[in-house]
Protein backbone atom coordinates (compact mmCIF):
# COMPACT_ATOMS: atom_id res chain seq x y z
CA UNK A 1 0.00 0.00 0.00
CA UNK A 2 2.61 2.13 -0.59
CA UNK A 3 4.94 4.42 -3.28
CA UNK A 4 7.24 1.40 -3.20
CA UNK A 5 4.72 -1.11 -3.43
CA UNK A 6 5.90 -1.72 -7.00
CA UNK A 7 9.28 -3.81 -7.81
CA UNK A 8 11.93 -1.85 -8.68
CA UNK A 9 11.71 1.32 -6.82
CA UNK A 10 13.14 2.91 -3.14
CA UNK A 11 12.50 5.61 -1.36
CA UNK A 12 13.00 7.60 2.08
CA UNK A 13 12.04 10.80 4.02
CA UNK A 14 14.06 12.51 6.63
CA UNK A 15 14.21 16.01 8.62
CA UNK A 16 16.06 19.10 6.68
CA UNK A 17 15.26 21.51 8.85
CA UNK A 18 12.48 23.61 6.67
CA UNK A 19 10.32 23.07 9.67
CA UNK A 20 10.36 24.76 12.63
CA UNK A 21 8.71 21.51 14.30
CA UNK A 22 11.65 19.23 13.67
CA UNK A 23 9.30 17.25 11.41
CA UNK A 24 10.04 15.35 8.16
CA UNK A 25 10.25 17.20 5.56
CA UNK A 26 12.43 15.80 2.78
CA UNK A 27 11.46 13.35 0.40
CA UNK A 28 12.69 10.46 -2.23
CA UNK A 29 11.71 8.10 -4.63
CA UNK A 30 14.00 6.89 -7.11
CA UNK A 31 14.58 3.59 -9.40
CA UNK A 32 16.68 1.10 -6.99
CA UNK A 33 18.52 0.66 -10.04
CA UNK A 34 19.53 3.68 -10.17
CA UNK A 35 18.90 4.49 -13.94
CA UNK A 36 16.28 6.55 -15.66
CA UNK A 37 13.45 4.70 -16.70
CA UNK A 38 10.25 5.85 -18.60
CA UNK A 39 7.91 8.76 -16.97
CA UNK A 40 5.25 11.10 -17.13
CA UNK A 41 3.77 13.84 -15.78
CA UNK A 42 0.59 16.24 -15.13
CA UNK A 43 0.68 19.64 -13.92
CA UNK A 44 -0.88 22.61 -12.56
CA UNK A 45 -3.37 24.44 -14.72
CA UNK A 46 -2.05 28.05 -12.68
CA UNK A 47 -0.08 30.35 -14.74
CA UNK A 48 1.89 31.34 -11.48
CA UNK A 49 3.09 28.43 -11.50
CA UNK A 50 6.01 27.36 -9.21
CA UNK A 51 9.85 26.81 -9.67
CA UNK A 52 9.63 23.34 -9.39
CA UNK A 53 6.99 22.13 -11.95
CA UNK A 54 8.49 24.77 -14.14
CA UNK A 55 12.07 22.64 -13.62
CA UNK A 56 10.28 18.88 -13.62
CA UNK A 57 8.86 20.12 -17.02
CA UNK A 58 11.68 21.35 -18.63
CA UNK A 59 13.41 17.73 -17.43
CA UNK A 60 11.03 15.50 -19.18
CA UNK A 61 10.99 17.25 -22.05
CA UNK A 62 14.99 17.00 -22.19
CA UNK A 63 14.89 13.62 -21.69
CA UNK A 64 12.13 12.19 -24.09
CA UNK A 65 9.69 11.22 -20.81
CA UNK A 66 12.53 9.43 -18.45
CA UNK A 67 13.40 9.62 -14.89
CA UNK A 68 15.51 8.08 -12.22
CA UNK A 69 14.31 10.03 -9.05
CA UNK A 70 11.92 12.43 -7.57
CA UNK A 71 12.91 14.75 -4.95
CA UNK A 72 10.03 16.38 -3.00
CA UNK A 73 9.81 18.73 0.13
CA UNK A 74 7.67 20.15 2.41
CA UNK A 75 7.28 23.19 4.40
CA UNK A 76 7.94 25.83 1.77
CA UNK A 77 6.25 25.85 -1.97
CA UNK A 78 9.52 27.73 -3.62
CA UNK A 79 6.71 29.27 -5.66
CA UNK A 80 6.40 33.24 -6.32
CA UNK A 81 10.24 33.45 -5.88
CA UNK A 82 11.42 34.54 -9.43
CA UNK A 83 14.58 33.21 -10.88
CA UNK A 84 16.15 32.65 -7.71
CA UNK A 85 13.38 29.96 -6.63
CA UNK A 86 14.29 28.32 -10.38
CA UNK A 87 18.23 28.00 -9.39
CA UNK A 88 17.39 26.60 -6.03
CA UNK A 89 14.93 24.17 -7.62
CA UNK A 90 17.86 22.83 -10.03
CA UNK A 91 20.39 23.17 -7.19
CA UNK A 92 17.91 20.21 -5.46
CA UNK A 93 18.06 17.80 -8.52
CA UNK A 94 21.75 18.79 -8.81
CA UNK A 95 22.23 17.62 -5.49
CA UNK A 96 20.44 14.35 -6.27
CA UNK A 97 22.12 13.71 -9.28
CA UNK A 98 25.47 14.42 -7.93
CA UNK A 99 25.31 11.39 -5.69
CA UNK A 100 23.81 9.07 -8.23
CA UNK A 101 25.79 9.77 -10.94
CA UNK A 102 23.12 11.21 -13.33
CA UNK A 103 22.13 13.91 -15.17
CA UNK A 104 20.36 16.96 -12.89
CA UNK A 105 17.59 16.20 -16.08
CA UNK A 106 17.30 12.73 -14.79
CA UNK A 107 15.81 14.23 -11.73
CA UNK A 108 12.28 15.59 -10.77
CA UNK A 109 11.20 17.98 -7.95
CA UNK A 110 8.33 19.24 -6.63
CA UNK A 111 7.76 20.98 -3.39
CA UNK A 112 4.66 21.80 -1.35
CA UNK A 113 4.19 24.38 1.75
CA UNK A 114 4.09 28.22 2.02
CA UNK A 115 4.04 30.54 -0.99
CA UNK A 116 6.36 33.93 -1.54
CA UNK A 117 9.04 32.58 0.94
CA UNK A 118 12.47 31.73 -0.07
CA UNK A 119 13.58 28.10 -0.13
CA UNK A 120 16.39 27.25 2.61
CA UNK A 121 18.16 25.26 -0.37
CA UNK A 122 21.55 24.47 1.68
CA UNK A 123 19.40 22.95 4.58
CA UNK A 124 17.78 20.56 1.60
CA UNK A 125 21.45 20.36 -0.16
CA UNK A 126 23.15 19.40 3.33
CA UNK A 127 20.30 16.78 4.11
CA UNK A 128 20.58 15.21 0.99
CA UNK A 129 23.30 12.39 1.54
CA UNK A 130 20.93 11.18 4.87
CA UNK A 131 18.21 10.85 2.74
CA UNK A 132 20.07 8.74 -0.08
CA UNK A 133 21.45 6.78 2.74
CA UNK A 134 18.04 5.76 3.71
CA UNK A 135 16.61 4.34 0.83
CA UNK A 136 15.08 1.74 1.26
CA UNK A 137 11.81 -0.99 -0.92
CA UNK A 138 10.24 -1.96 1.61
CA UNK A 139 6.68 -0.31 3.14
CA UNK A 140 8.39 0.97 5.98
CA UNK A 141 10.37 3.13 3.40
CA UNK A 142 7.08 4.50 1.23
CA UNK A 143 5.80 5.16 4.66
CA UNK A 144 8.39 7.92 5.52
CA UNK A 145 8.31 8.91 2.27
CA UNK A 146 4.72 9.66 2.34
CA UNK A 147 5.12 11.16 5.54
CA UNK A 148 7.63 13.63 4.95
CA UNK A 149 5.44 15.57 2.56
CA UNK A 150 2.58 16.12 4.50
CA UNK A 151 1.99 20.15 5.25
CA UNK A 152 -1.62 20.46 7.16
CA UNK A 153 -2.64 16.69 6.19
CA UNK A 154 -3.90 15.09 9.34
CA UNK A 155 -2.28 11.35 8.14
CA UNK A 156 -0.21 10.01 5.24
CA UNK A 157 -1.81 8.90 2.06
CA UNK A 158 -0.76 6.21 -0.02
CA UNK A 159 -2.55 2.94 -2.41
CA UNK A 160 -1.88 0.39 -4.50
CA UNK A 161 -3.50 -1.81 -6.84
CA UNK A 162 -2.82 -4.68 -9.21
CA UNK A 163 -2.22 -4.14 -13.32
CA UNK A 164 -2.20 -7.91 -14.51
CA UNK A 165 0.99 -9.44 -13.24
CA UNK A 166 2.08 -5.51 -12.62
CA UNK A 167 1.33 -3.13 -9.51
CA UNK A 168 0.99 0.63 -8.84
CA UNK A 169 1.46 2.17 -6.05
CA UNK A 170 1.34 5.74 -4.77
CA UNK A 171 1.73 8.38 -2.54
CA UNK A 172 -0.01 11.92 -2.15
CA UNK A 173 -0.20 15.10 -0.11
CA UNK A 174 -3.23 17.48 -0.21
CA UNK A 175 -5.53 19.04 2.22
CA UNK A 176 -6.36 21.97 0.38
CA UNK A 177 -6.84 24.09 -2.53
CA UNK A 178 -8.06 21.40 -4.40
CA UNK A 179 -9.92 22.45 -7.22
CA UNK A 180 -9.75 22.63 -10.40
CA UNK A 181 -7.56 20.34 -12.32
CA UNK A 182 -5.45 18.57 -9.59
CA UNK A 183 -5.27 20.01 -6.09
CA UNK A 184 -2.20 21.83 -3.08
CA UNK A 185 -1.62 18.52 -4.09
CA UNK A 186 1.20 16.48 -5.03
CA UNK A 187 1.30 12.65 -6.22
CA UNK A 188 4.08 10.32 -6.96
CA UNK A 189 3.17 7.02 -8.34
CA UNK A 190 5.51 3.74 -9.59
CA UNK A 191 4.33 1.33 -11.83
CA UNK A 192 6.75 -2.29 -12.61
CA UNK A 193 4.91 -2.00 -16.19
CA UNK A 194 6.83 -2.10 -19.11
CA UNK A 195 5.59 0.67 -20.49
CA UNK A 196 6.61 3.33 -23.16
CA UNK A 197 6.80 7.25 -22.03
CA UNK A 198 4.06 8.21 -24.47
CA UNK A 199 1.47 5.54 -23.29
CA UNK A 200 2.43 5.58 -19.89
CA UNK A 201 1.34 9.74 -19.83
CA UNK A 202 -1.83 8.80 -21.86
CA UNK A 203 -2.56 6.84 -18.85
CA UNK A 204 -1.87 9.09 -16.51
CA UNK A 205 -3.67 11.77 -18.03
CA UNK A 206 -6.66 9.03 -17.99
CA UNK A 207 -6.16 8.22 -14.28
CA UNK A 208 -6.26 11.65 -12.99
CA UNK A 209 -9.50 13.20 -15.13
CA UNK A 210 -11.36 10.59 -13.56
CA UNK A 211 -9.84 11.26 -9.60
CA UNK A 212 -7.97 14.00 -9.15
CA UNK A 213 -9.67 16.77 -11.45
CA UNK A 214 -13.02 16.27 -10.36
CA UNK A 215 -11.84 16.95 -6.61
CA UNK A 216 -12.41 20.31 -5.40
CA UNK A 217 -12.51 21.48 -1.39
CA UNK A 218 -12.29 25.31 -1.28
CA UNK A 219 -12.23 25.92 -5.30
CA UNK A 220 -9.19 27.59 -4.84
CA UNK A 221 -5.84 26.36 -7.50
CA UNK A 222 -2.33 25.85 -6.19
CA UNK A 223 0.48 26.76 -8.06
CA UNK A 224 2.70 23.61 -7.43
CA UNK A 225 0.18 20.68 -8.60
CA UNK A 226 1.90 17.98 -10.05
CA UNK A 227 1.62 13.84 -10.62
CA UNK A 228 4.35 12.28 -11.20
CA UNK A 229 4.31 8.34 -12.43
CA UNK A 230 7.85 6.23 -12.74
CA UNK A 231 7.75 3.14 -14.77
CA UNK A 232 10.43 0.32 -13.78
CA UNK A 233 9.39 -2.56 -16.35
CA UNK A 234 10.62 -5.38 -14.12
CA UNK A 235 7.36 -7.17 -14.21
CA UNK A 236 7.48 -6.89 -17.95
CA UNK A 237 4.44 -5.76 -20.45
CA UNK A 238 0.81 -5.44 -19.22
CA UNK A 239 -2.41 -4.44 -21.35
CA UNK A 240 -3.06 -0.74 -21.29
CA UNK A 241 -6.47 -1.60 -20.17
CA UNK A 242 -5.28 -2.97 -17.15
CA UNK A 243 -2.60 -0.61 -16.45
CA UNK A 244 -5.06 2.52 -16.63
CA UNK A 245 -7.11 0.41 -14.33
CA UNK A 246 -5.05 0.00 -11.74
CA UNK A 247 -3.39 3.77 -12.52
CA UNK A 248 -7.13 5.07 -11.93
CA UNK A 249 -7.54 2.80 -8.86
CA UNK A 250 -4.64 4.07 -7.34
CA UNK A 251 -5.40 7.93 -8.48
CA UNK A 252 -9.13 7.42 -7.25
CA UNK A 253 -7.65 6.44 -3.77
CA UNK A 254 -5.40 8.92 -3.32
CA UNK A 255 -8.28 11.78 -3.89
CA UNK A 256 -10.61 10.13 -1.83
CA UNK A 257 -8.53 10.11 1.16
CA UNK A 258 -7.41 13.71 -0.29
CA UNK A 259 -11.10 14.89 0.14
CA UNK A 260 -11.39 12.81 3.53
CA UNK A 261 -8.96 15.06 5.21
CA UNK A 262 -9.71 18.54 3.77
CA UNK A 263 -8.77 21.28 6.49
CA UNK A 264 -11.17 21.18 8.85
CA UNK A 265 -14.19 19.05 7.55
CA UNK A 266 -16.13 16.57 8.75
CA UNK A 267 -17.88 15.14 5.67
CA UNK A 268 -16.80 13.46 2.39
CA UNK A 269 -19.37 14.29 -0.49
CA UNK A 270 -19.60 12.65 -3.60
CA UNK A 271 -21.84 15.23 -5.58
CA UNK A 272 -23.26 14.06 -8.65
CA UNK A 273 -25.17 16.24 -11.73
CA UNK A 274 -27.72 14.31 -13.76
CA UNK A 275 -30.07 14.70 -16.16
CA UNK A 276 -28.20 18.09 -17.43
CA UNK A 277 -28.14 18.94 -21.33
CA UNK A 278 -24.44 17.85 -21.76
CA UNK A 279 -21.67 15.73 -19.75
CA UNK A 280 -19.96 19.58 -19.96
CA UNK A 281 -23.07 21.12 -18.53
CA UNK A 282 -23.50 18.66 -15.66
CA UNK A 283 -19.63 19.29 -14.74
CA UNK A 284 -20.13 23.03 -14.39
CA UNK A 285 -23.35 22.55 -12.56
CA UNK A 286 -21.47 19.77 -10.37
CA UNK A 287 -18.46 22.29 -9.81
CA UNK A 288 -20.72 25.50 -9.11
CA UNK A 289 -22.68 23.76 -6.41
CA UNK A 290 -19.61 22.22 -5.04
CA UNK A 291 -17.77 25.09 -4.17
CA UNK A 292 -20.67 27.26 -2.46
CA UNK A 293 -19.64 28.47 0.86
CA UNK A 294 -23.71 28.06 1.25
CA UNK A 295 -23.77 24.47 0.31
CA UNK A 296 -20.95 23.70 2.30
CA UNK A 297 -22.01 25.55 5.73
CA UNK A 298 -25.26 23.47 5.16
CA UNK A 299 -23.65 20.15 4.87
CA UNK A 300 -21.51 20.79 7.72
CA UNK A 301 -25.21 22.03 9.82
CA UNK A 302 -26.72 18.45 8.56
CA UNK A 303 -29.05 20.52 6.86
CA UNK A 304 -30.61 18.75 3.64
CA UNK A 305 -30.89 22.08 2.16
CA UNK A 306 -31.71 21.52 -1.42
CA UNK A 307 -32.76 24.94 -2.31
CA UNK A 308 -29.10 26.15 -2.23
CA UNK A 309 -28.07 23.29 -4.40
CA UNK A 310 -30.85 23.88 -6.71
CA UNK A 311 -29.77 27.59 -6.65
CA UNK A 312 -26.19 27.26 -7.10
CA UNK A 313 -27.56 25.10 -10.58
CA UNK A 314 -29.69 27.69 -11.81
CA UNK A 315 -26.92 30.36 -11.69
CA UNK A 316 -23.81 28.14 -12.95
CA UNK A 317 -24.42 28.91 -16.54
CA UNK A 318 -26.04 25.74 -17.71
CA UNK A 319 -29.37 24.95 -19.47
CA UNK A 320 -31.84 24.93 -16.48
CA UNK A 321 -35.64 24.79 -16.04
CA UNK A 322 -36.40 25.00 -12.61
CA UNK A 323 -39.96 22.81 -12.79
CA UNK A 324 -37.71 19.72 -13.82
CA UNK A 325 -35.17 19.66 -11.23
CA UNK A 326 -34.76 16.89 -8.21
CA UNK A 327 -32.36 16.55 -5.41
CA UNK A 328 -31.89 13.03 -3.36
CA UNK A 329 -29.78 12.62 -0.13
CA UNK A 330 -28.37 9.19 0.24
CA UNK A 331 -30.72 8.03 -2.19
CA UNK A 332 -33.70 9.61 -0.82
CA UNK A 333 -35.27 12.36 -2.79
CA UNK A 334 -36.10 15.51 -1.08
CA UNK A 335 -37.15 17.46 -4.10
CA UNK A 336 -38.81 16.83 -6.99
CA UNK A 337 -40.30 18.95 -10.02
CA UNK A 338 -38.32 22.12 -8.60
CA UNK A 339 -40.24 22.13 -4.81
CA UNK A 340 -40.02 20.11 -2.31
CA UNK A 341 -41.53 16.80 -1.33
CA UNK A 342 -42.55 14.83 1.27
CA UNK A 343 -39.65 12.04 2.26
CA UNK A 344 -38.21 10.45 5.15
CA UNK A 345 -36.63 12.99 7.18
CA UNK A 346 -35.06 10.12 9.58
CA UNK A 347 -33.21 8.54 6.72
CA UNK A 348 -31.51 11.55 5.58
CA UNK A 349 -30.84 12.70 8.89
CA UNK A 350 -29.06 9.85 9.50
CA UNK A 351 -27.25 9.70 6.30
CA UNK A 352 -26.32 13.52 6.48
CA UNK A 353 -25.18 12.20 10.28
CA UNK A 354 -22.17 9.87 9.00
CA UNK A 355 -19.16 11.13 7.07
CA UNK A 356 -19.64 10.10 3.70
CA UNK A 357 -22.09 11.82 1.76
CA UNK A 358 -23.91 10.76 -1.65
CA UNK A 359 -25.92 13.56 -3.26
CA UNK A 360 -27.53 13.84 -6.59
CA UNK A 361 -28.95 17.13 -7.99
CA UNK A 362 -30.75 15.72 -11.38
CA UNK A 363 -31.54 18.51 -13.82
CA UNK A 364 -34.47 16.42 -15.99
CA UNK A 365 -33.28 17.72 -18.90
CA UNK A 366 -30.81 15.22 -20.81
CA UNK A 367 -28.57 12.33 -20.54
CA UNK A 368 -25.62 14.45 -19.58
CA UNK A 369 -24.12 13.55 -16.01
CA UNK A 370 -21.17 14.52 -14.25
CA UNK A 371 -19.38 13.81 -10.68
CA UNK A 372 -16.90 15.78 -8.09
CA UNK A 373 -15.82 14.88 -4.47
CA UNK A 374 -15.66 17.51 -2.07
CA UNK A 375 -16.03 18.53 1.72
CA UNK A 376 -17.85 20.47 4.48
CA UNK A 377 -17.12 23.70 5.13
CA UNK A 378 -16.43 23.98 9.34
CA UNK A 379 -14.73 26.59 11.78
CA UNK A 380 -11.67 24.65 11.89
CA UNK A 381 -10.70 25.83 7.70
CA UNK A 382 -11.05 29.39 8.51
CA UNK A 383 -8.43 28.49 11.96
CA UNK A 384 -6.26 26.84 9.41
CA UNK A 385 -5.80 29.54 7.08
CA UNK A 386 -5.87 32.77 8.66
CA UNK A 387 -2.17 33.54 8.47
CA UNK A 388 1.09 31.84 6.94
CA UNK A 389 2.49 31.11 10.78
Known sequence: MSVTAAKGFVAAGVSAGIKASGDPDLSLVATASGEPVPA??????????AAPVLTSHAHLTATGGHAAAVILNSGNANAANGTVGREHAERMTEAVANHLHLSAEDVLVCSTGL???????????????????????????????????????????????????????GMAKGAAMLAPNMATMLAVLTTDADVDPGTLKRLLAG?????????????????????????SGVAGPVSDDALGAAIAEVCGSLAAQMAGDAEGATKVVRLEVTGAATDAEAATAARKIAESQLVKCSWYGLDPYWGRLASEAGSAGV?????????????????????????????VAAHLAGRHLDVVVDLGLGAGRAHVL??????????????TS
Open 40 to 49: AAVFTSNKMT
Open 115 to 169: IGIPLPVELIENAVPALLAARADGPEAGAAAAEAIRTTDTARKEAAARAGAATVG
Open 207 to 231: GVDGSFNVLTTDGCTSTNDTVIILA
Open 319 to 347: TFEQQLVSVAYGGVTVAAGGVGVEHDADA
Open 374 to 387: TNDLTHAYIDENMG
